[in-house]
């Protein structure tokens, strides 16, 4: 059962505003034994007001000891099953430099790669390129040209680059010519169904040309395709939700992952307090706004614990500035944990609140993780989150009579 | 949705051990209004340095409300969604007597029964005839003969035993032989789907050369079969896990549940002590260990408050020489309670611990019903206890990029 076939039929329209912050990899862990998180270590007044204000709880991004990467994270966030719905990897790719997916795209995370003379791979990240090399060489294979399609070929970072293939009756579904070992064959591009053979073909002249137009490079002679994905089929906020819903980031990864569930990208913001002018600008013409705040997930990535720190105090301090603008219903989330001791995303429940006037508050008096345990939210799967600021939108209806 | 689907994807190997304690029946109620339960009343120093150490919660065996069987209450436990998978009756009485089920196997639950001259039951259970004296009944059964197939007869207590046919060709799906009533015909066995006729044809044949054999006994001269299953289709610990796993019981019942998943039954202990001192022989071989401790379960049927108060501070007592060993991650459970006042099974969420490195620890400062509930696992579903277990020794990679 997808919460989405009750939203869909329950939603009620109202002027009622709903504003998600997403604090990326907002939870974490105590650096030893019985210390205190990340979050908890931070000077967070505002956060601690509107946990005593709001309601707390653990949001589990997608089931117990599942840690999520950013697509999975957030669309649990945006309410979408992350089982359920999944976001192939080149179309995950292609959204995270900022390309934005048609419905007859399919996207390919492409590696440079070095091949002998007999076309064995000999370096399958082509000695890891710099980009300073390897961005005119994607540049070069936009010269490929295949009758029907239209090319397109991003350099993302170093080995990587990302092409996709635009047409009609191009499937998603092909296997990835990487062989994943060295001394061998690239693999043929293979279509896993018959909806796919098109694009296998046309993956396959890809790469014909591609060879000629990469012959003599030193390191970058070749190339290989992993994660063959067409855009995922998402229904939209306006659809599920009956919200005009907008977002409000800084990286192209969540700008995208928000688009590909119908959200408006608004604004060119490249700090928060940037974002928030951005939301206030646009406040009337939006009823929901997703705001993506990346650096709690960095600094942790980096495993550096008082970075994390510092960058949670930030994202605390503009608060005040968004809960001026008075969203009937604020949320502040992170799409899963990244504690700084591992250096990683984690599967841990991450500290949600939620404030609204009818939101039943509960004993909590600051926002960290041990306080949320105490919390009226309890644990829940983040997927629930969306029905809940519905409900508190007064968006949602009865269910049955 | 299936959290194998997921785990057998993701999961990672490593060096990492994990140990799952299951005190069997562990959770209870207070004998009075206001009092403490078995485990609350019961000393257990090592277990609440646990709690303190770990994370608490409380594990729904199935889902609220259901009390399960050590069928079910197990499978939960070892991540295999007791909804979905299920023993049938005759392949559990049959595990339970440590009878190794394989896959040509159909195993059925015996009583032997009294007839009168026209073949009516006038006894469902022969009079309660005493084990001594059913047994070797149960033997000469052994002298069935049928044509290609397998036949196997096991005395289990009183009027109840065991049939395995074992041959080509046979399904699980033949409906009981017992009416549920006296002074009426017994039924004949009727396949439910037509993979399972030749079992029906099988049983039959049974049916009449058991007629012969047991006729002129004054009490059991017939028999009713039941509960016919085949081997349950379980996958294994290490297709869906990537663990080498290894159960480490005393009855019968619980090494046949491991081994149902898989799991390699290690030893031949008799005691809780000798249970752990062939974790510490094994402890290189495998990368997962269940033991099972039973005497909570069994002082709980019985309604001895005081006795299962003290066999929980004889499974506290051994928990020093399990930690000695060292596990990245230690779990301590139970497959469902088995309060004394019910004097049986119950529905109650289960006190759980789970201790390691990166665990995200709670404010729990004691193992019991009551402060579980402060714990940061919440309550959860039994099932989701191995997706945590992995997540915890870091044998789960991340879901999605």
């Known amino acids: 059962m997808d919460m989405h076939e009750l939203t869909r039929e329950l939603k009620v329209q109202n002027d009622s505003k709903i504003v998600m912050l997403v604090a990326d990899g907002l939870g974490g862990l105590p650096q030893q034994p019985g210390g205190l998180t990340e979050l908890e270590t931070a000077k967070t007044p505002n956060l601690d007001q509107l946990a005593k204000q709001g309601v707390c709880g653990g949001s589990i991004p997608v089931k117990p000891g599942i840690s999520p990467g950013s697509g999975p994270g957030h669309l649990g966030l945006f309410g979408y099953d992350p089982i359920k719905y999944t976001i192939g990897r080149g179309a995950l790719e292609a959204t995270g430099i900022g390309f934005e997916l048609g419905d007859k795209d399919v996207a390919i995370r492409c590696n440079f790669c070095t091949l002998d003379d007999e076309g064995r791979i000999t370096d399958r990240r082509a000695g890891r390129i710099p980009t300073e090399e390897s961005a005119p060489l994607a540049f070069k294979l936009r010269e490929v040209a295949i009758d029907g399609i239209e090319v397109f070929v991003e350099p993302v970072k170093e080995h990587r680059f990302v092409v996709v293939l635009r047409g009609e009756g191009l499937g998603g579904n092909v296997a990835d010519t990487d062989p994943q070992a060295t001394g061998v064959l690239r693999l043929p591009p293979r279509a896993t169904e018959p909806g796919s053979q098109k694009t296998a073909q046309v993956a396959e002249e890809f790469l014909r040309q591609a060879g000629e137009l990469l012959a003599g490079q030193p390191k970058a002679n070749g190339l290989t395709m992993r994660g063959f994905s067409a855009k995922p089929d998402l229904p939209s906020y306006e659809e599920v939700y009956g919200l005009r819903a907008a977002a409000v980031a800084v990286y192209p990864m969540y700008k995208g992952l928000a688009q590909l569930v119908g959200m408006d990208v608004v604004g060119e913001a490249q700090t928060l307090a940037e974002q928030v ?20 997930d960095s600094t942790g990535e980096d495993g550096d614990f008082a970075s994390k720190v510092a960058k949670t105090e930030e994202f605390d301090a503009e608060i005040v500035n968004i809960m001026e603008l008075k969203p009937t219903v604020t949320i502040v989330t992170g799409d899963h944990s990244t504690p700084a001791m591992l250096a990683s995303h984690s ?5 949600t609140l939620l404030v609204a006037d009818y939101c039943r508050t509960d004993p909590c008096q600051s926002f960290g993780e041990a306080e949320c345990l105490r919390g009226g939210l309890g644990q829940f799967e983040a997927k629930y989150l969306m029905p809940l600021a519905l409900a508190n939108a007064g968006r949602i209806g009865k269910y049955g009579a």
């Open 277 to 296: 002018e951005i939301i206030r600008q646009h406040w009337d013409d939006y009823d929901f706004f997703f705001v993506h705040f990346k650096y709690t």
């Open 347 to 351: 599967w841990h429940p991450v500290p």
